[in-house]
Structure formats: structure tokens, C-alpha cells
């Protein structure tokens, strides 16, 4: 019982890490550093 306890206390540990890594916030490419092409490819 115990060990499983821990191993649920990790996973819940290492998810939470995981998670909070990053960067938060919309993602996004700047249009003047690289422009779109804007005709249709058909």
C-alpha cells in the first residue's frame, strides 16, 4: 500500500513539473520577422 502511495505521490510530483515548465501564453509568429504568403497554393 505504501509503495503505491509513492509511486501516485511521483507521478503526481513529476506531472506537475512537467507542467509548470514552458512558456505560458498564447503561441504566436511574429509577421515581420517572418512574413505569410498570402496567395493561395493550388
Given at each position: 500500500?505504501?509503495?503505491?502511495?509513492?509511486?501516485?505521490?511521483l507521478?503526481?510530483?513529476?506531472?506537475?513539473?512537467?507542467?509548470?515548465?514552458?512558456?505560458?501564453?498564447?503561441?504566436?509568429?511574429?509577421?515581420?520577422?517572418?512574413?505569410?504568403?498570402?496567395?493561395?497554393?493550388?
Amino acid at each position: 500500500m505504501q509503495k503505491n502511495t509513492v509511486r501516485i505521490l511521483l507521478f503526481l510530483s513529476i506531472c506537475f513539473v512537467l507542467n509548470s515548465c514552458g512558456t505560458k501564453g498564447p503561441l504566436y509568429i511574429p509577421e515581420q520577422q517572418y512574413p505569410q504568403d498570402t496567395r493561395a497554393n493550388n
